[in-house]
């Protein structure tokens, strides 16, 4: 199985889905995952690290801040090259925060449902492993 060298942070605020996802993403090729389990611990993790994340992967309903504003925060302060919206709210509300993410001028590459679908998530992620 090929390994992708992204440097991941992974923000989601359910203990159990944070795991799940974090195993799917080690068997899908991706072995550099820092996780959060809120906006707080993120903001945390991004300013202590040593170069910009390649990607968050960070869910829209977090307890103390939503995705969107979290992923405008990480970009404004070049914390992230990238960001992938994950939730479970229906399409109609992933499309306009897309929508909104756009107007903003923010790297939102897009969103995927959860639970994560490796080839939705390649798709999303192509132009950077290709870089």
């Known amino acids: 199985m090929p390994s992708y060298p992204l440097r991941i942070l992974l923000v989601e605020d359910h203990p159990f889905q944070l795991l799940a996802t974090q ?4 068997s899908f090729g991706f072995e550099h995952l820092a996780p959060a389990e809120n906006a707080e611990q993120a903001i945390r993790l991004m300013t202590q690290a040593e170069a910009p994340f390649d990607i968050i992967l960070c869910d829209q309903c977090l307890p103390d801040l939503p995705g969107l504003e979290l992923i405008e925060i990480a ?22 925060l897309q929508t909104q993410a756009l107007k903003r001028g923010l790297p939102l590459l897009g969103y995927l449902p959860k639970p994560l679908n490796k080839d939705e998530l390649a798709h999303l992620t192509h132009t950077l492993l290709t870089l």
């Open 75 to 96: 970009s404004r302060q070049c914390f992230i090259k990238a960001a992938i919206l994950l939730s479970g709210l229906p399409e109609t509300e992933l499309s306009a």
């Open 23 to 26: 195993c799917l993403l080690r």
